[in-house]
């Protein structure tokens, strides 16, 4: 596998790493060659989400955008192109933290645009972050 480092992409000019993941079978059958990009550093604005919560309301958040991630899967008849952005609520207190995790079960979430266009997402991954007195910042990556 072979890493590309230093890539400097047009997410708030982030610096980051490319690896290339060679070439193997897939799904569909035929060999691919996949190539991941990840792109870190101040990404210069925050992402707002909002997502069914359980009482079946509309809740808003915005969260601060971490990282971005590309992975690019290209065959002999097919491309397909995966983003992810890894958000952080930043700290706050036990019921805004128990609030925002609703995300991460909700069946139907989305990423607002600057225009107020809402653009659907899925919750990949999540992660709390806890200090004595509880959970107090929530990290998550979103795949649209």
């Known amino acids: 596998m072979e890493v590309i480092s230093g890539f400097a992409g047009g997410w708030g000019g982030a610096g980051g790493q490319a690896e290339v993941g060679g070439q193997g079978e897939t799904a569909g059958g035929p060999e691919a060659i996949v190539l991941h990009y990840s792109l ?12 069914v919560n359980r009482y ?18 290209k065959g002999a ?7 992810t952005l890894t958000i952080v609520s930043q700290y706050q207190p036990q019921a805004v933290i128990d ?13 607002v645009g600057q ?29 649209r």
Request: glycine fraction near 10%; include cysteine; aromatic fraction near 8%.
């Open 40 to 51: 870190t550093g101040e990404m210069g604005r925050g992402v707002k989400l909002c997502w």
């Open 56 to 73: 079946g309301a509309i809740d808003y958040f915005t969260f601060s955008a971490l990282a971005r991630g590309v992975t690019v899967t």
């Open 77 to 83: 008849d097919f491309s397909r192109t995966t983003t």
């Open 99 to 111: 609030a925002l995790s609703g995300v991460c079960s909700s069946s139907r979430v989305w990423m």
């Open 115 to 143: 225009a107020g266009e809402h653009h659907p997402a899925k919750v990949v991954t999540h992660e709390l972050s806890f200090s004595q007195q509880g959970p107090n910042n929530l990290k998550i990556t979103i795949q």
